[in-house]
């Protein structure tokens, strides 16, 4: 079956596209194009800091369970897996993924020869 957190992914988002995204959203974020893993094999590089949590804004415990200690910065977005869903849904929207997407389908629509590729007819095989 179809694994349902896998359904707004996104094929290798840059991070410049993240960057840019947490910007429309109202984050505070900084892009750091240096960095990077050291094992990625892709040679993918960037990181992107984006600030979800306010570190200024002290959060009052509602019970003796509640570990959280600061509050979103923004109440729509209030952890770090909505942000993630919400990026995710913007880079796929973006104007250039678009075109992206758009070019693949046209060349595997076009790049078979239309043919069945079997034996020839009404000849049998002995």
Do not use: W
């Amino acid at each position: 079956g179809i694994n349902a957190e896998y359904m707004g992914a996104v094929d290798s988002p840059t991070g410049l596209e993240i960057y840019q995204c947490a910007l429309l959203m109202g984050f505070q974020a900084v892009f750091e194009p240096d960095r990077g893993y050291s094992r990625d094999p892709t040679g993918g590089r960037g990181r992107v800091r984006v600030m979800i949590k306010d570190p200024t804004k002290r959060h009052i415990a509602k019970s003796d369970v509640d570990t959280s200690t600061h509050e979103p910065v923004n109440e729509e977005y209030p952890n770090k897996t909505v942000v993630l869903k919400k990026l995710a849904s913007m880079i796929a929207s973006m104007k250039n993924r678009a075109a992206d997407t758009s070019k693949e389908k046209e060349s595997t629509n076009n790049s078979g020869s239309g043919g069945g590729g079997g034996k020839g007819k009404g000849k049998k095989k002995r």
